[in-house]
């Protein structure tokens, strides 16, 4: 099962809550796998990185503001994906799942508070034990110009 998403994205989390009680009756007959849509500044060229506006990695990755949850750096948006992807890479998929219920439980919600950024990601990190330095390792190799998302 292939689903695409981004971290900003409030219904995906609810969707993979919900999804994740049926998801070890499944296991044997589907392979899930996320893939964050995220798009590419019209003039990226990998030869010839540059500065570009709510892009990183010289316009690889670029995200726009969210104004219903107050993200004004679509950055932290990228950081996200980016995050989310590369503890599914290093991690079994239960640890994922957990981070993105406790992602959602804690940084998203508009109730309690709205921390959409590695504050309270790393908060996250130390409830499950995942390793904040593999994370680190993962983001910076995926600013290698190849796409991984």
């Known amino acids: 099962m292939k689903l695409f998403l981004s971290s900003e994205m409030l219904e995906v989390y609810d969707l993979l809550e919900e999804f994740y009680h049926y998801k070890s009756k499944l296991d044997k007959l589907l392979k899930f796998t996320p893939f964050y849509a995220m798009k590419e500044d019209d003039f990226y060229d990998p ?21 219903d949850l107050n993200i004004t750096d679509p950055i932290n948006i990228i950081n996200e994906n980016i995050r989310q992807k590369c503890i599914f890479n290093n991690y079994n998929p239960d640890i994922y799942f957990q981070y993105m ?27 499950l034990k995942i390793d904040s330095e593999t994370i680190k390792t993962c983001i910076a190799s995926s600013f290698n110009g190849i796409c991984f998302l």
């Open 47 to 67: 030869l010839t990185p540059k500065s570009i506006s709510n892009c990183v990695s010289g316009g690889l990755y670029c995200a726009n503001k969210v104004k």
């Open 101 to 127: 219920i406790n992602f959602h439980k804690e940084c998203m919600n508009k109730t309690i508070r709205l921390m959409f950024n590695s504050t309270c990601s790393d908060i996250v990190f130390s409830i």
